[in-house]
């Protein structure tokens, strides 16, 4: 049955999913407007930045945020200046792994709902003489309303599902960096079969709830785009 | 008739035996380099091949159970290949250690580490490496000696585990971590620890790390399955064992 380690681990990775969620929306949708609507020429590079993790393998991810955020490296160096010592083996440092990691998951979808609105409800927009700013939230924002709730679905789905990264910057320390995904790993190692089944069947029976509510909701999204 | 029948199913026998075997090997990831080496050397003696797989024993424990074709085993523990042989998937007798892992206090920083382990004392350190001691032999080793010194309560809120000793050594190497308990086989080359400083924990402080291997059921009737674990135990490939950092 779960243990107290194992509820410890699933709130922690509740916790670190939900807070990865809201900081992609927030980061991802001004960046997947831009992707959308820029003609410049740093689109393709920046484009091809946002899907690496999409295709880099979460070992090479897991140690480049490792060596990233060690003494030596740049991003370890700024938060030593800053006061705050390194970010690995902290929930902070996990958080950053799970905002690169889940990036495209979020930018991806919102895109995608920005690029099939088309220009001629902002053209419209524009000749009753409202603002960008004021096109983006009055139209463009709602719009894209399926593509923000897919990419908060798949953005929580995927991070409540990562394993290399956390694994690679984590450290394993309970009830701050040991999440699920490390915990089955552990059980699974260690040969404790059954705690790796209670964990991991519960994971499967999540993943197919999320992927289901996913499905329906693309149905439900398309007619609503119509 | 009948003689020649029976001459040809020796004649048949025998060159089977001599033929060059292909042998599947799982090899646990500490041991990666000095079996490299001993690979090629034994290929080269007997005219088999072998197919080399490393990873982590509790993986292949799992692979195995499951029916993963691997013929001979070489843990990283002596629990493992016990196990293994108990559930009936070993061949009886064949098990024996081939390597004793040593344990060594790490760290990059020249001057940090010093030669008796005093530092762990001092505890003016942010952060300690161990490999997970319910995954790695090398971090229950570490666990064993922190009990010992007395230190396990006091450094506690300092630990970081990697899952295996390779992660372990990643976390100290890129400085993550200033200093951590890793196999002494990882910073050991040419007789001596390579860079950094490190104080080689005393084999009184820890149950000895025993790296035992095993012939597996699926490897039978390999020829080449008795040869390799005869090779293992030969001088040669014990020179190359030690040279690696291990003890024998």
């Not at chain 2, 490299?36 to 982590?56: C, D, N, P, R, V």
């Not at chain 2, 292949?60 to 293994?84: H, M, S």
């Not at chain 2, 040593?102 to 350190?125: A, E, I, T």
């Not at chain 2, 040419?190 to 490190?198: I, K, L, N, Q, Y």
Request: one cysteine or more; proline letters at 5%; a neutral charge.
């Amino acid at each position: 049955m779960l243990d107290h380690h194992a509820w410890q681990a699933i709130w922690l990775t509740l916790e670190l999913a939900t807070l990865t969620t809201l900081l992609l929306l927030l980061l991802a949708t001004p960046l997947a407007w831009w992707l959308s609507q820029t003609r410049s020429r740093w689109r393709a590079p920046i484009s091809a930045i946002v899907t690496l993790p999409l295709v880099l393998p979460p070992s090479v991810l897991g140690f480049y945020l490792l060596v990233l955020m060690g003494p030596q490296g740049p991003l370890g160096q700024l938060t030593l200046a800053l006061g705050w010592g390194t970010l690995s083996f902290t929930f902070t440092g996990l958080l950053i792994g799970s905002i690169a990691f889940s990036l495209p998951f979020a930018v991806q979808p919102i895109q995608h709902a920005f690029e099939s609105i088309g220009e001629r409800p902002l053209e419209a927009a524009a000749t009753l003489r409202a603002s960008p700013l004021d096109a983006f939230f009055s139209i463009a924002l709602p719009l894209a309303r399926p593509g923000l709730l897919t990419a908060a679905i798949l953005s929580f789905a995927h991070t409540v599902g990562e394993f290399g990264v956390v694994l690679m910057i984590g450290g394993n320390i309970p009830g701050k960096t040991r999440v699920v995904s490390t915990q089955i790993y552990g059980h699974v190692e260690a040969m404790e079969y059954v705690q790796a089944h209670w964990l991991a069947g519960g994971m499967l029976a999540f993943s197919f709830v999320v992927l289901l509510c996913l499905s329906l909701l693309k149905r439900n999204g398309a007619s609503v785009m119509r | 008739m009948k003689p020649v029948a029976l001459l040809m199913c020796a004649g048949l026998f025998l060159s089977g035996s001599l033929q060059a075997a292909e042998l599947s090997v799982a090899v646990a990831a500490n041991f990666t380099a000095p079996m490299q080496k001993i690979a090629k050397a034994f290929e080269k003696e007997t005219g088999h091949t072998l197919a080399l797989s490393f990873g982590s024993t509790g993986k292949f424990y799992a692979q195995i159970k499951n029916g993963a074709p691997f013929e001979v085993l070489f843990a990283a523990d002596d629990e493992t290949p016990a196990r293994l042989e108990r559930e009936g998937h070993g061949v009886g007798g064949t098990r024996f250690t081939y390597a004793v892992g040593k344990l060594v206090l790490w760290s990059k920083q020249p001057g940090l580490v010093d030669d008796k382990g005093d530092v762990l004392r001092r505890g003016s350190f942010e952060r300690i490496a161990l490999a997970d001691p319910k995954l790695a032999p090398y971090g229950a080793a570490a666990m064993d000696t922190l009990n010992k010194l007395g230190l396990t309560e006091t450094l506690r809120s300092k630990f970081v585990q990697g899952e295996n000793i390779g992660q372990t050594y990643q976390f100290v190497a890129t400085q993550n971590a200033p200093l951590g308990f890793v196999a002494l086989s990882q910073v050991f080359a040419d007789g001596r620890v390579t860079e950094g400083s490190a104080w080689m924990v005393p084999e009184t402080l820890h149950d000895p790390i025993r790296q035992d291997a095993l012939i597996l059921a699926k490897g039978k009737d390999n020829p080449a399955a008795p040869e390799l674990m005869r090779y293992l135990k030969g001088e040669s490939a014990k020179n190359i064992i030690r040279a690696y950092g291990y003890g024998l």
